[in-house]
């Protein structure tokens, strides 16, 4: 059964209550297995396979999630757009715990994650300068305003490895970087979805202010957790507003993010190579 819409959660958002569920789904992939079962839901007609990045129980680490794995699988679905959800801290005083964030750009402090399906024989570069989908964004923005929760319209994320949070010493250098939230996830996600084709965008949930202001106690887990369990209940009343909107969402540059990146003589492209990535880039080397 094909899926229109991807969602991706961190904990709590597969414990989706709107909508019917349809089924779960296992998905094997050339590079191994996603996180955890896929849930299908249907919502009005529209079809969105939502995933639990951490696995369920929230088991795997953000630097051991297998991206390369999910993206493969959503695009297996038929997902032509991917909704994350990601626990973020705040590096500027008006992003308050407790509200939403359009995560609008990212700097990659990430170290140890496979980062692109190139590679093995083929290489391309996509372009990256806007990270995240601009028409999903946007969507996103009107779903929340038809919301009461507080959010801001922007927000630069510095994706960190983890998982260990933040030194005082880094925090402070991202905020002179003019960053506004930092979390754990987005990448490689982000940067694998532009590879593959499909719209990605993402809301961080802040769940704390790091540890830079001073005259506050650092983050700790339980800090994190009880406001995450608040926001959780905020991003479910956004999903069915936000699904309906992307549904009906036209064609995208990001559905040819790919054109013209391979650089690589398709002829030589190794036939392994070539099996596992044909799900994303078989309409540009065919029979070649």
Not at 81 to 86: D, L
Not at 252 to 271: K, Q
């Amino acid at each position: 059964m094909n899926a229109s819409i991807g969602i991706i959660g961190g904990s709590g958002l597969e414990n989706f209550d709107s909508g019917k569920i349809i089924g779960k789904v296992d998905i094997p992939t050339p590079f191994g297995m996603p996180s955890d079962l896929f849930t299908l839901v249907e919502l009005n007609g529209t079809i969105a396979a939502i995933l639990p990045r951490h696995g369920k129980g929230h088991r795997i680490l953000p630097t051991d999630v297998n991206s390369k794995a999910n993206m493969w699988a959503f695009k297996s679905l038929g997902v032509h757009t991917i909704f994350a959800v990601s626990a973020v801290g705040s590096l500027a005083e008006e992003y308050k715990p407790g509200e939403f964030a359009v995560t609008t750009n990212i700097i990659d402090r990430t170290r140890q994650r496979p980062a692109t399906f190139f590679g093995d024989g083929i290489v391309g570069h996509v372009a990256f300068a806007d990270p995240f989908c601009i028409k999903t964004q946007a969507l996103i923005i009107e779903a929340l305003e038809q919301t009461s929760h507080p959010f801001h319209k922007e927000a630069t994320l510095i994706a960190m490895e983890g998982p260990a949070f933040s030194s005082k010493a880094e925090s402070h250098m991202y905020r002179s970087w003019n960053g506004q939230i930092i979390g754990m996830t987005a990448l490689p996600e982000a940067k694998l979805a532009r590879e593959a084709e499909m719209c990605y965008a993402s809301i961080g949930m802040v769940t704390d202010y790091d540890c830079w202001r001073e005259h506050e106690e650092s983050v700790t887990v339980e800090y994190v957790m009880e406001t995450m369990r608040k926001n959780v209940d905020g991003i479910k009343k956004l999903v069915p507003l936000l699904i309906e909107k992307l549904a009906k969402k036209d064609t995208c540059v990001c559905h040819s993010a790919a054109a013209g990146a391979i650089m690589t003589d398709l002829t030589m492209v190794p036939y392994e190579t070539k099996r596992k990535l044909d799900i994303f880039y078989n309409k540009y080397w065919g029979n070649r």
